[in-house]
């Protein structure tokens, strides 16, 4: 009786002890997460052309900011080291690194996303800290706070500065934007969505998810060093900045020009992000008599550690492009 009646007690004690220890994290995020090009890979690689805000529901503020934007702004000076905003990872080709940094308790006090050359590490803060003021300072980097959901890490990021979103095309975020965000890991992979809503700038908020897969041997590319030099000598001290007037972008109908997709459809008016929108395409859309771009879709960007595929190749970079595994 005196046996049970001590296990019973060490029993209780340590049940106790344990619903007064702190939550571990469910998932362990830390290491080198490579990206996937399969999926959307034009988004991930290249960019988005010039004049396609597909996928986006920009207002008409954003529109108009988008299409007065010049790619050879970048080459100014004072421009070229700019970075994005947070979360920009969702539209680079680059992978990320990922560590925790622990408190003198041995908890986790924050999660880093390790940055590049063109954004900045991003602090995810896990110690219940409050965001700051509305006024206090915005950085490139933003302010976020997590917390676990079951093994979900929910991100809130606020105080982000006023930069780009997406590569290569325009695209705005204003000061204002929030995003939240959701990292799910499954065994090797990891998901990242990304929710942005920006009362500024978009109609909707933008859901981008986005498939990363652990790189045991860590070779994802880290900050590297930016240097600003002439790139344009012809702007150099003239005080020109780059731009286009409302209505004299000549990229605006690249994509109507080169795909037959009505011009609406790439204006990134809310409506074009839903499928019944394809009802009104049925009759208006004529598809081009060949491919002459991109015609193995991510294989034509493929190589190196990027690439999720190294066995497949492209038979024809013409029209009626297959895929076939080769070496087999």
Known sequence: MVRITVTRVVLTVCALLALGAPASAQIDLNGSWDTRLHEDWMERCCGRDLGD???IALNDDARAKALSWDASLNSLRERQCLLFAPWTNQFQPR???IWSEIDDKGEVLAWKIGGNVGRDVLTIWMDGRPHPSENAFHDFSGFSTGKWNG???TVTTTH???AATRRSNGMPKSDRATTTAHLIRHDDLLTIITIDEDPVYLAEPLFISRTYQLDPRGNIGFWEQC????EIPRLEGSGIVPSYLAGENPNKTYIADTY???QEAAMGYAETLYPEYRKKLKDAYKAPEACGRYCCGWLSVGGG??????TLTCNDAGEGSTVAESGR
């Not at 550690?305 to 190294?310: D, E, F, V």
Request: no cysteine; proline share 12%; net charge positive.
């Open 260 to 262: 037959h997709i009505p």
């Open 160 to 162: 982000i500065k006023a």
């Open 227 to 230: 240097n600003a030099v002439t």
């Open 53 to 55: 805000y597909t996928g």
């Open 305 to 310: 550690s990027a690439n999720p595929a190294p």
């Open 151 to 153: 093994d979900t890490l």
């Open 95 to 97: 992978g990320v690194r």
